[in-house]
Structures are given as C-alpha cells and as structure tokens.
C-alpha cells in the first residue's frame, strides 16, 4: 500500500492527522524556552505559560506555585489531548494510541503497581496476565522487571507497525529502531559494575534495531563507557551523539540522546497520510514537560546558571 495512502488515509485518519498538527504547532518555540530562562519565579513562569496553551491549566492556580504542580498541570493538557485523539480513533489507529499508554510504565513505584498499570490494562495484557500474577513479582527486581516489559511492548509494538504497512511502518520503524538502540546503550552503562551477568544484560536487549544483532554481542561484554563508546561509533547514525561527549564521559549522554529523538520525532511531521505523528507528538509534549519541569527547577533552587544544561529545544 505505500505511496496509496492518499487514497483512503482521510476518510477515517485526516480528521484526527489534522488535530495532532494543530496540537504541534502550539509546542514551545526557542523565544519561549529563551523568555522561560529568564524568569526569577515560579510565577513568573506561569505567567508566560498563561499565552501557551498550558494557561488554562495553570491560571486557577495559587501562589506560592511548586514545580509538581506546573508538572502536574502541564501533564493534564498532554493527557486531555490523548483521550480526545483516543476516543475519536477507529480500528487501528485506536489500537495504535493504546499502544502509547506503555508509558505508564514510568510511573510504576512498585510490582503491584507495576502489575495493575501495565499487565492488566495495556497492550501487553495478553502476554502475562494468565501466566503471571502481583504476587509472583514481589520478589523481581523492579528495574529488571520494568525492561523486561519494556522490550516485550517495543518488539510488539513493532510487529503492529509492520502489519500497518505503508509510511506508518517505514517511520515507525525508523523511530521504534532508535529507541531499541537507546535502550540498549542505557542498560549495559546502568549495568557496569553491578551483578548483571553478561547473559541477563543481553535478554533484556530488544530483537531489531541498528545494534540487532552484532552491537547487541559487542554492547553485552563492554565494562566502561568508552567500550560503549566504540561499539557506537561503528553506526554512522549514532557517531554525531558521542562526537558531543570527551571520553569517559556519560552525564550528558542522556541529552545528547534526546536531542536526536527530538530531530526524529520533527521529521515525523515532514510526511502525511501515517500514524507516526501521533508518537511523535506525545513523545515531543513528553520532552517539552521535561524541560519545564528542569527549568522550574532550576528557577525554585536558584540554580539559574544550570538551567540551560538539560533543556533540549523542539523548534
């Protein structure tokens, strides 16, 4: 079907195609990150958050603000706007938008948590609730347990794209790729020094990417950052991200990842008639919230000087 998607796309998608390009177009611009650095207060910030479409969340609030509750408030508006693209979806982008609700799995404190958030209402259900209940996880480790799930939803997650077909599953593809390599990278510098053996390191790694399956050898027996290093740099598409860092250092690799997410997610836009777009939004609102929250902050600690050091521009 790729190249035909004109054809059909709009009788059920353009609808909601055309909501989630209005929903971009509102991100924050480089002037209102610029505006937003300079800002002494916490009100400060809502007060030129009140211009954004964060206004309506944030103009009921009282002083003194806290940085939870310009999170909190910021996270209402990106959660409104996924269930209203959710309940206008049909058969299967609607699948498609459940699909983006793994991120709960970011929020689980604990297994029981863990296990009512994500084995029993999302995608993965299927896959474990009948073999696997909250009582049998009390004993996993939540970290092992929390990338165990994660690599199951973005291997599945990736098959349903390649059943899309079409530019959905070309650009899918392409970001779902990156994510699996990034996840990857995270677990073998989170796991150096510790008791993950070199066989548990690589079952948690996902079954596609650049890495898969060669880098995955490499990454599951390097012991430092500069290992990881080296294993990177032989993928074109990743030299520019360890070409920002000196040797041995990895606090800013973190940044240095999400900046090319965000490169990523933009292009999504450059192309129509697909479902990407939806992910692209949720996961560029998801970076947009990181960066407020780090600002406000930087703003209640009085850490101005640091507020440039992990905020990563959208536009």
Not at 40 to 63: C, F, R, V, W
Not at 206 to 218: A, D, V
């Amino acid at each position: 079907m790729y190249g035909f998607e004109a054809l059909s796309f709009n009788i059920h998608g353009g609808y909601l195609e055309a909501i989630v390009r209005g929903h971009r177009s509102g991100l924050l611009t480089t002037a209102d990150y610029n505006n937003l650095c300079q800002c002494e207060t916490l009100d400060d910030i809502k007060m030129h958050l009140s211009a954004t479409e964060y206004g309506p969340y944030l103009q009921n609030e009282p002083s003194p603000l806290h940085t939870t509750t310009i999170v909190e408030k910021c996270t209402l508006k990106l959660v409104d706007d996924y269930k209203h693209m959710l309940c206008q979806a049909t058969e299967p982008l609607s699948t498609f938008l459940e699909y983006i609700t793994i991120a709960t799995l970011a929020v689980a404190q604990n297994m029981r948590e863990l296990y009512r958030l994500v084995l029993v209402d999302t995608p993965l259900a299927p896959y474990f609730s009948e073999c696997i209940t909250s009582e049998d996880l009390d004993d996993m480790n939540i970290e092992i347990m929390r990338n165990t799930l994660y690599k199951a939803y973005l291997e599945d997650f990736y098959r349903f794209c390649q059943k899309l077909g079409g530019a959905t599953a070309e650009i899918m593809s392409d970001l779902l790729a990156f994510e699996a390599d990034r996840r990857a990278v995270n677990i073998t510098i989170n796991s150096i020094g510790t008791e993950l053996t070199r066989d548990d390191r690589r079952k948690l790694y996902s079954n596609f990417g650049l890495f898969y399956p060669y880098g995955h050898e490499e990454l599951a027996v390097c012991e430092d950052i500069d290992q990881v290093r080296a294993v990177m740099e032989k993928y074109p598409p990743y030299q520019s991200i360890f070409a920002k860092l000196s040797y041995g250092e990895s606090q800013m690799l973190d940044k240095a990842f999400y900046e090319e997410e965000v490169k990523r997610h933009c292009l999504a836009f450059e192309q129509q008639f697909h479902y990407a777009v939806f992910f692209a939004y949720m996961r560029l609102r998801e970076q947009e919230i990181r960066n407020l929250m780090w600002i406000s902050e930087c703003v209640a600690q009085n850490q101005k000087s640091r507020v440039h050091d992990s905020v990563v521009f959208i536009f």
